[in-house]
C-alpha cells in the first residue's frame, strides 16, 4: 500500500513539498506568512510599549500622535487597523495571484519583524 506520507527520498519522515500542488502551496504558503505577521505586530506592539514606559520616543509620526491622543488603545487601533488595510490589499490581490498575495504578507511581516527586532534590540542596549 502506498501513500503520499513516509519515508521521503532523503531518509525524511514526513510529505514532500513537491507532493503539493499550487493551491495547497498558496494556502501554506499565507497561512504562515499570516502567522509571522501577527506575531510580528503583537511584539512590536509589547516591545513598543515596554520601549516609551522606558523612556524611549516613538519614530513614526503616525504611531506617535496616536499614542498621544489615545493612549496605546490607539497605537493598537493603528495595529489593528494596518492588518486590516494588509487584508483588504490580500482580497483584491488574490484574485490575481495567491502567490503575489502571500508575499504581500510576507512583506508585511519582514517590515513588522524588523520593527519589533529594532524595539528589542534598543531595550537591550544594542543600539542607542
Known amino acids: 500500500m502506498s501513500s503520499s506520507y513516509g519515508w521521503g527520498s532523503g531518509g525524511q519522515i514526513g510529505r514532500q513539498w513537491v ?28 516591545t513598543t510599549q515596554f520601549g516609551l514606559t522606558a523612556g524611549f520616543t516613538e519614530d513614526n509620526p503616525v504611531i506617535k500622535a496616536a499614542i498621544h ?14 492588518l486590516a488595510v494588509v487584508a483588504t490589499a490580500v482580497l483584491i490581490l488574490r484574485e490575481w495571484s495567491r502567490t503575489a498575495a502571500a508575499g504581500v504578507v510576507a512583506f508585511g511581516s519582514l517590515l513588522t ?8 534590540l534598543a531595550l537591550h542596549g544594542v543600539l542607542g
Open 19 to 46: 507532493d503539493f500542488d499550487a493551491d495547497q502551496r498558496d494556502v501554506m504558503l499565507a497561512a504562515a506568512a499570516w502567522t509571522l505577521l501577527v506575531i510580528a505586530s503583537l511584539l512590536d506592539f509589547v
Open 69 to 82: 491622543q489615545f493612549g496605546f488603545a490607539g497605537f493598537a487601533a493603528f495595529k489593528l487597523g494596518a
Open 113 to 120: 519583524s524588523l520593527a519589533a527586532l529594532t524595539n528589542a
